[in-house]
């Protein structure tokens, strides 16, 4: 029993671990659309700290980037897709997909949303850009944040991180200053932040349940690449 249950750990650990390098290749394929060389591509050059960060074979890494560029004979093409809606208690989520078959994401997508509703709500977000930092030598987050040009900060994902939050067009500018003010930059995207959140301490332990069975159904979905819920704790 106890092989076996070993077995099915390492079985989800390594599906797991396979989820989220294909993520970071489409990342990788994407950002080098714009060119193959990190040191004149930003997007690209932070995607490609990110899969190093997740010990990314660097063979596999390679490889993505002249997907992206359009070397090789195996070069694909990705597109972003947007959807948007309500999961269940009208917590409103924000979908960012890359895909190849938008006529195999679009029927996935309403499938996930069966227990919510696809509708606009895009109105209640807004879309910034994040950057997540690591405090190197005690820095303070809001002297780094003022310095560097953020327009705001909070809590990170991980413990001990801060999510500095910016506009759109100074999401690369600030990544660069933020070494600067102390902060080792872990990642750097666009992405979406909810303006009127909805707070799981409102909902009931049943309902919590429910949102997070039905966040974690669409992050399942090979083609979703981000997921942004209008959430707080």
């Known amino acids: 029993m106890g092989a076996q249950w070993k077995a099915k750990g390492k079985a989800l650990v390594a599906d797991a671990k396979?989820?989220?390098?294909?993520?970071?290749?489409?990342?990788?394929i994407v950002a080098?659309?714009?060119g193959a060389d990190p040191a004149g591509n930003s997007r690209l050059r932070?995607?490609?700290?990110?899969?190093?960060?997740?010990?990314?074979?660097?063979d596999t890494l390679e490889r993505a980037i002249k997907k992206g560029?359009?070397?090789?004979?195996?070069?694909?093409?990705?597109?972003?897709?947007?959807?948007?809606?309500?999961?269940?208690?009208?917590?409103?989520?924000?979908?960012?997909?890359?895909?190849?078959?938008?006529?195999?994401?679009?029927?996935?997508?309403?499938?996930?949303?069966?227990?919510?509703?696809?509708?606009?709500?895009?109105?209640?977000?807004d879309h910034v850009g994040m950057i997540e930092g690591e405090p190197e030598g005690g820095a303070d987050a809001e002297l780094a944040?003022?310095?560097?040009?953020?327009?705001?900060?909070?809590?990170?994902?991980?413990e001990g991180t801060t999510l500095f939050i910016t506009d759109p067009t100074d999401l690369d500018t600030v990544s660069k200053a933020l070494p600067a003010q102390g902060f080792k930059v872990l990642?750097?995207?666009l992405g979406y932040k909810a303006k009127t959140p909805v707070s799981m301490a409102s909902l009931s332990a049943e309902q919590q349940e429910e949102v997070q069975d039905f966040l974690a159904g669409i992050e399942n979905d090979d083609d979703v690449q981000h997921v942004y819920a209008g959430l707080v704790d």
């Not at 396979?18 to 990788?28: D, H, N, T």
């Not at 917590?91 to 895909?99: G, K, S, W």
């Not at 944040?145 to 991980?158: S, Y």
């Open 18 to 28: 396979g989820k989220l390098f294909g993520k970071l290749a489409k990342e990788i």
């Open 32 to 34: 080098a659309r714009a």
């Open 46 to 58: 932070m995607a490609v700290e990110a899969a190093r960060k997740a010990s990314m074979p660097k």
């Open 69 to 125: 560029s359009g070397v090789g004979a195996d070069a694909v093409n990705y597109e972003r897709v947007v959807y948007e809606g309500y999961g269940p208690n009208r917590v409103p989520v924000m979908i960012e997909c890359l895909t190849d078959n938008v006529n195999r994401t679009a029927p996935n997508m309403r499938v996930c949303f069966r227990k919510g509703q696809m509708t606009a709500v895009a109105w209640d977000f």
């Open 145 to 158: 944040a003022i310095e560097a040009g953020a327009q705001d900060f909070e809590p990170g994902e991980e």
């Open 187 to 189: 990642s750097a995207k």
